[in-house]
């Protein structure tokens, strides 16, 4: 199997980052680009039709807010954990994050995905079910590519 480009979607949770030293390893064994993605809250899906809607404005200046805060992050997390990736691209994106992992991957022609079981979500609870979580579930139904699971359970 060749692999080119490795695609590694994170909500930059703690779950989430634990796939960071799987990312290098493979990036690393197959002296591949590696993609960090983050998905930003797409906020006007998530309000109730015919409610009280905050401004444009406002929602637009929150979303800028919410992938500022998380370039920093992922800045942090590359400097870190990831300066072993001499190939890595950061992006950052808004949407519904199965979409956009999908999105991204196709866009991008990613020749494998890296992605952890259970990113935000409920903790010890997610620990203890057998059932992947949501995002990850849509993107292991959608992708046309291999993914690489990491259970953040199971890691240090």
Not at 101 to 109: Q, R, S, V, Y
Request: charged share 25%.
């Amino acid at each position: 199997m060749e692999v080119k480009t490795i695609l590694w979607p994170t909500d930059l949770s703690k779950n989430s980052l634990k796939a960071a030293r799987h990312v290098v390893s493979l990036a690393n064994k197959y002296q591949a680009r590696v993609i960090m993605l983050y998905v930003g809250t797409d906020l006007t899906t998530m309000l109730p039709y015919g409610g009280k809607y905050p401004s444009e404005d406002y929602l637009k200046h929150f979303q800028e807010w919410e992938l500022g805060q998380a370039r920093k992050e992922m800045e942090t997390v590359c400097g870190k954990d990831l300066k072993a990736c001499p190939m890595l691209e950061v992006k950052l994106v808004q949407g519904d994050p199965a979409e956009e992992i999908l999105k991204m991957a196709d866009g991008e022609k990613a020749d494998m995905i890296v992605i952890t079981t259970h990113g935000r979500g409920y903790g010890e609870l997610d620990a203890k079910t057998p059932d992947f979580g949501s995002t990850v579930a849509k993107v292991i139904r959608g992708a046309k590519v291999p993914i690489h699971l990491v259970n953040p359970f199971m890691e240090p």
